[in-house]
């Protein structure tokens, strides 16, 4: 089965990072608490009244405060609150306006894994359970979880990973969202939906970073030892500052920088194909350009031995290899991951069916890059095999067996003086049986194997023996 390559995502025009970095806290507060910075005006939007409205009705529906319809009424001039004439324009400052909450479903978990609500006692984490602001999860050594929020984003988290969903929030009137998630350890892996509004907030923030995106994919992981984050971007770009975390008050926009704005010491935008590393303390790091997907050896091969192996061609510039394993293409419902410091991996105990795997390489510095992704099936096959002389005789038997059961199960026995079996004495086809005996003979060394044949469910599979070898002296 030929499996199936990521596509890669070229570099957006430096506009787009602008509009995706404008999610990220930018030190707008320092600069607007400087001494010469005029002072900023409240952020405003707007409603257009329909038959029947009265402030008292707006405030209700829209504010956090309704006793705030005065200061509707006095910032718009509206001198009969209790009757509003239809298609009136009315001014209503963001900060007023009601914050509901956003919940997140869990659509995977596999293995270990655990959340709670604040620092409530922590408990099993299922599939179907609804999530919201304030919880954390937990995933232990082998555990994994997939949640997807209300726009369809998407946030992964591999082993040994510990984050807090510190907000999730929807502005009402504007529709406006705000999703933060705090990373203490681990990786998160996250595919954004592309924002719809222009207050719309996605983040990821760790204890050296915060990263905004307003729609894309990338990575953000962070190493509690080195006090390091790497931040990795697949698609789209993301907004890194260094200088933000503990600054930004939860549930606060920044707003986007005017056109030119140089970016601060701390900030960094990173593109497509792109990642960097940030120490705790230290501005953000430049962004160096990941290392391509790798390509995966025998990508069509039928994964029937006892262990799943994935070999990986080598590649420059890669001292490490990603390997995971999921049962769907974008791997969500992810069920092995592991690093490997060679490009043969392999995982034990996996059960028949179709999966598929995604593979990167790792450079020196630690930043993981691009993926590729392939299809494979997982059909374990077991053929034992023996081999003796026949006691009284100059024969020769050769027994077989197979775990795996189909109809129409065929058997090819191959005999030959060299390992390579290019030139066999015996090649014998649809055997039926699981024996086979040679008479008469000489002296020498011999190599031989035997192939199953099996049609199942439609689909031609085949499992050979190792080449044994035996030799007779009589």
């Known amino acids: 089965m030929r499996g199936m390559r990521a596509v890669r995502a070229s570099a957006a025009p430096f506009f787009a990072f602008a509009i995706a970095f404008s999610s990220l806290p930018r030190g707008a507060e320092a600069r607007e608490n400087a001494p010469h910075a005029p002072a900023q005006p409240p952020e405003m939007t707007t409603y257009v009244t329909r038959s029947g409205d009265s402030l008292y009705d707006i405030a209700t529906r829209y504010l956090r405060n309704p006793a705030d319809w005065k200061k509707l009424a006095s910032l718009n001039h509206v001198s009969e609150p209790h009757h509003l004439r239809p298609g009136t324009t009315l001014r209503v400052p963001v900060a007023l306006l009601r914050q509901d909450g956003l919940s997140a479903k869990v659509i995977a978990a596999n293995g270990p894994v655990q959340h709670a609500f604040r620092s409530g006692q922590l408990l099993p984490l299922t599939v179907g359970s609804t999530l919201v602001e304030g919880d954390r999860v937990q995933t232990g050594h082998n555990g994994f979880a997939t949640l997807e929020l209300a726009d369809g984003s998407h946030i992964a988290l591999p082993p040994d990973t510990s984050l807090d969903l510190a907000t999730l929030r929807q502005t009402a009137l504007t529709g406006a969202t705000d999703r933060i998630v705090d990373l203490h350890r681990g990786e998160v892996s996250s595919e954004v939906t592309h924002a719809t509004k222009?207050?719309?907030?996605?983040?990821?923030?760790?204890?050296?970073?915060?990263?905004?995106?307003?729609?894309?994919?990338?990575?953000?992981?962070?190493?509690?030892?080195?006090?390091?984050?790497?931040?990795?971007?697949?698609?789209?770009?993301?907004?890194?500052?260094?200088?933000?975390?503990?600054?930004?008050?939860?549930?606060?926009?920044?707003?986007?920088?005017?056109?030119?704005?140089?970016?601060?010491?701390?900030?960094?935008?990173?593109?497509?194909?792109?990642?960097?590393?940030?120490?705790?303390?230290?501005?953000?790091?430049?962004?160096?350009?990941?290392?391509?997907?790798?390509?995966?050896?025998?990508?069509?091969?039928?994964?029937?031995?006892?262990?799943?192996?994935?070999?990986?061609?080598?590649?420059?510039?890669?001292?490490?290899?990603?390997?995971?394993?999921?049962?769907?293409?974008?791997?969500?419902?992810?069920?092995?991951?592991?690093?490997?410091?060679?490009?043969?991996?392999?995982?034990?105990?996996?059960?028949?069916?179709?999966?598929?795997?995604?593979?990167?390489?790792?450079?020196?510095?630690?930043?993981?890059?691009?993926?590729?992704?392939?299809?494979?099936?997982?059909?374990?096959?077991?053929l034992g095999t023996s081999a003796g002389p026949i006691e009284g005789s100059r024969d020769f038997a050769f027994r077989w067996f197979i775990d795996r059961n189909a109809q129409n199960t065929r058997f090819r026995f191959v005999l030959g003086t060299t390992s390579d079996l290019r030139a066999p004495l015996i090649d014998r086809t649809d055997i039926t049986t699981g024996d086979a005996v040679v008479r008469d003979l000489p002296k020498g060394v011999y190599y031989w194997t035997v192939i199953a044949e099996q049609f199942d469910n439609g689909h031609y599979y085949q499992k050979a023996s190792p080449v044994q070898s035996f030799r007779l002296d009589w």
């Open 198 to 382: 222009k207050d719309d907030r996605f983040q990821i923030r760790s204890p050296s970073v915060v990263a905004g995106v307003r729609g894309t994919q990338f990575r953000v992981s962070y190493d509690g030892d080195r006090a390091a984050t790497a931040v990795e971007v697949l698609d789209g770009a993301v907004g890194v500052d260094a200088d933000a975390q503990g600054r930004k008050r939860p549930g606060a926009h920044a707003q986007p920088p005017a056109p030119g704005t140089p970016l601060s010491a701390s900030e960094q935008l990173v593109a497509a194909h792109h990642g960097n590393l940030t120490l705790a303390g230290q501005p953000a790091g430049a962004p160096v350009t990941l290392l391509d997907a790798p390509e995966l050896l025998h990508p069509s091969k039928v994964q029937d031995d006892e262990d799943v192996v994935f070999e990986i061609a080598p590649s420059a510039g890669a001292s490490a290899w990603r390997v995971q394993v999921g049962r769907d293409a974008g791997l969500l419902d992810m069920i092995r991951d592991t690093r490997s410091a060679e490009p043969r991996v392999s995982f034990a105990n996996l059960e028949d069916g179709t999966y598929f795997v995604r593979i990167s390489a790792i450079d020196a510095r630690g930043l993981e890059g691009m993926p590729a992704s392939y299809a494979f099936e997982r059909r374990r096959v077991a």
